[in-house]
């Protein structure tokens, strides 16, 4: 029993001195809770009257956990040209039943609606869309990362000023934007493999890794 109260107190020490002297690496395995997240492909739509573009992603979220919890969608789109767009800022409700009219499941909620309790099992999962407002169009590469999908979080220490920050973990998705953005409206975006993924769940056998969890 003493041999394994130390075991555990070396491996607990040990992973306390790699995220105070390193940035954290997020695996597979969730040290608390995780939900699994589903995506469609990244598309691009644009109102008619207005003429504004907007990124949408079709996504669905399970709770295969021992215990409900709260799901409050935190998307964050990432472009090339050093854009980090929120989802749903700039986003009227027009403009979500449009898309959802698009898509035609009525089992979709709206943007707006899709935060709430989010019961366990398959049959209680919550389906929606996350919808940016796009700002450059001339973007080539996009990058989406997930968060409220996992309760790990890290404490990282500012090297010189000894700020203390606490990160998240997310799951981060990457797509490539061809051609001319008015060709590929409402197009499925091809998917890009994610630089430097750990994930070993979900791989693409000649493009690399496409989905991954980090700590952001």
């Known amino acids: 029993m003493r041999t394994l109260i130390l075991m555990l ?11 105070g002297h390193g940035y954290p690496k997020a695996t597979d395995r969730a040290d ?5 997240l589903d995506t469609g492909d990244l598309r691009f739509y644009r109102e008619a009257d207005t003429g504004v573009g907007y990124w949408t992603l079709v996504y669905e979220v399970t709770n295969e956990t021992k215990e409900n919890h709260r ?3 935190q998307f964050d789109l990432v472009t090339d040209k050093g854009e980090i767009i929120p989802d749903g800022v700039g986003v ?9 009219a698009i898509y035609g499941d009525p089992l979709m909620l709206t943007q707006s609606d899709a935060s709430g ?29 997930a968060g409220g999908v996992s309760g790990d979080t890290a404490e990282i220490t500012h090297p010189i000023s000894g700020e203390k920050t606490k990160l998240h973990r997310v799951l981060q998705f990457s797509w490539s934007v061809n051609g001319e953005i008015d060709d590929i409206i409402m197009k499925p975006l091809p998917r890009r493999p994610v630089d430097g993924g750990v994930s070993i769940r ?6 690399g890794v496409k989905r991954k969890w980090i700590f952001r």
């Open 9 to 19: 107190l070396l491996a607990a020490f040990t992973s306390i001195v790699q995220v």
């Open 32 to 36: 608390r809770w995780q939900l699994r």
């Open 71 to 73: 799901w409050i969608p």
């Open 92 to 100: 009227p409700r027009s403009v979500q039943l449009a898309i959802l």
């Open 117 to 145: 309790p989010l019961l366990q099992g398959e049959e209680n999962a919550i389906r929606s869309v996350a919808i940016w407002k796009a700002g450059r169009e001339d973007v080539r590469e996009i990058q989406v990362f």
């Open 202 to 207: 979900t791989p693409l056998s000649k493009e």
